[in-house]
């Protein structure tokens, strides 16, 4: 079956650090891949995704190319922000969902900056 | 402002209780999703409506019962819920085509807490 299992929580990085969070899929055919950003007291809202193999997503700064070789799809940035501080979720989209998002997400990684 | 909105924000009921979460989309979107976000876990989908049917539910107890009136809104009606069914329940919304796979809009949840 699909599934999506992320590097465990909390990571705790200093301001200015390079964040990598690990995110690595099983999934038949060829599922999209995302990443969502859960912000305090807010519901999830996309960061970026990758539909194809090689496929870089990027957006404010985070970046993740799209493995098929590996089967991963891994969350960098280069200098984390207090305020990048978050819960981030990986997530796949099966091959054909028929019609509606059926997305499967990690359990989420837990990311604090301090200053 | 994802334009998915919920309500109430937080909740807090006894197992004998009945209770209805609402989540509303101004999006003019075609789906709508229910999710059950529990610490740790990965998101789970519990239901899921396109075209105001309910075309996925994935094995969810029929304490929890979903109602799509129209296009626009979706209920959650809860009853006799166990502790258990403590989390945080997140309404999403997405305009669906014949292949799937679009963003999905999140609204920031109810947080539930069943005594």
Redesign the interface.
Same mark, same amino acid.
């Given at each position: 079956g699909n599934s999506?299992t992320q590097m465990?929580g909390p990571v705790t990085l200093s301001e200015e650090a390079f964040l990598t969070i690990n995110c690595t899929y099983t999934a038949t055919g060829y599922p $999209?891949l995302f990443w969502?950003v859960q912000y305090p007291?807010?519901? *999830?809202? *996309?960061l970026l995704?990758a539909?194809k193999a090689d496929d870089k997503g990027s957006n404010k700064g985070f970046e993740a190319t799209y493995r098929k070789e590996t089967t991963s799809f891994h969350l960098e940035k280069g200098s984390v922000q207090v305020s990048d501080s978050a819960v981030y979720?990986c997530a796949l $989209?099966p091959s054909?969902?028929?019609?509606?998002?059926? *997305?499967?997400?990690?359990?989420?990684t837990r990311l604090a900056v301090h200053p | 402002e994802?334009g998915?909105t919920?309500t109430p924000r937080h909740l807090v009921m006894g197992m004998t209780n009945k209770k209805s979460l609402k989540c509303e989309q101004h999006l003019g979107h075609n789906?709508m999703?229910w999710y059950k976000q529990s610490a740790?876990?990965?998101?789970e989908?519990m239901f899921?409506y396109?075209l105001e049917e309910r075309?996925?539910n994935n094995s969810v107890p029929s304490r929890f019962s979903p109602e799509c009136p129209n296009s626009s809104h979706l209920f959650l009606h809860l009853h006799t819920l166990q502790p258990e069914d403590s989390a945080l329940y997140?309404c999403?919304s997405?305009q669906? @085509?014949?292949? =799937? @796979?679009?963003?999905?809009f999140? =609204?920031? @949840?109810t947080q539930l807490s069943v005594l």
């Open positions: 999506v465990e $999209s969502y007291g807010e519901g *999830l809202q *996309l995704k539909t979720f $989209s054909f969902s028929g019609g509606y998002n059926k *997305l499967i997400f990690g359990a989420g | 994802t998915v919920q789906a999703y740790k876990k990965p998101l989908l899921v396109s075309v996925e997140l999403a997405s669906e @085509g014949r292949t =799937g @796979g679009e963003k999905l999140f =609204g920031s @949840g």
